[in-house]
């Protein structure tokens, strides 16, 4: 019940609470605290003695009702003290608090925040391998942001394409994703990503939607943009191999 009183203590119960609850599209209460705020509290709580008994007791120990925050905070005090954690304990505790996401944002934040992922590669990819073809929307999702975040390197970027070509897709937060991916894909390495595109592999809403964030970044040059626009599915089914 401390860490709830603290966090309502820094939330902001004004427009940005209502503001935030929609962007980040939970179902679960949002007190309002923002990003800044909740990442400075979870820098100071894992420096607290008590933050052993914290990461071990889980999500909400107290029996009270989660709240968006709650799992927010986790899994930045989590990531913060993974370096002197064990790997194996630092993903079952993960694992644990991945079923607990509901939010797209519980995904992109916490997943990116584990940099210790970077020194166990092989590791932590057989480990999330499992969540590829979960029923989960946001367990796949998981799998696709480990691949964005840790696997883009030159060593890793092939095997990252074929694993996203084989992510099923159809809901909306994985396509988002894969989209995603691929397109900072297409930023780390457009020759070995463009034949994906060439010849599609995605649904039509992914394969478009990875186009579109592409023609947004400044490190696609305005000739592979015109490119990568002349791939775009306009009409039609896709002949694609849904996977």
């Excluded at 905070?73 to 991945?98: C, F, Q």
Aim: hydrophobic share 45%.
């Amino acid at each position: 019940m401390e860490i709830f009183e603290r966090l309502n203590q820094i939330a902001d119960t004004g427009e940005y609470r209502e503001f935030n609850k929609r962007i980040v599209a939970t179902g679960y209460e949002v007190l309002g605290v923002r990003m800044p705020d909740l990442r400075k509290f979870a820098r100071q709580l894992a420096r607290e003695d008590g933050v052993h008994e914290y990461l071990e007791a889980g999500v909400v120990a107290s029996g009270r009702e989660l709240v968006y925050e709650d799992v927010m905070l986790y899994g930045l005090v989590l990531a913060a003290r993974s370096k002197k954690m064990a790997l194996e304990d630092v993903l079952e505790k993960l694992d644990a608090l991945i079923e607990k996401f509901d939010s797209w944002a519980h995904v992109d934040v916490i997943i990116s925040e584990f940099k210790i992922f970077a020194k166990y590669r092989e590791e932590v990819f057989r480990h999330f391998l499992q969540l590829k073809t979960h029923a989960g929307e946001f367990h796949k999702r998981t799998f696709v942001i480990v691949l964005m975040d840790y696997f883009m390197t030159p060593e890793h970027i092939e095997r990252t394409l074929e694993e996203l070509a084989g992510v099923p897709q159809g809901q909306y937060y994985v396509d988002m994703a894969i989209a995603w991916a691929l397109s900072v894909a297409l930023v780390k390495n457009y020759e070995m990503t463009l034949p994906l595109l060439q010849t599609p592999v995605f649904t039509k809403f992914v394969h478009n939607k990875a186009i579109q964030k592409a023609r947004e970044s400044y490190r696609i040059s305005p000739e592979q943009k015109e490119f990568l626009t002349s791939l775009s599915i306009t009409s039609g089914k896709c002949a694609c191999s849904k996977a």
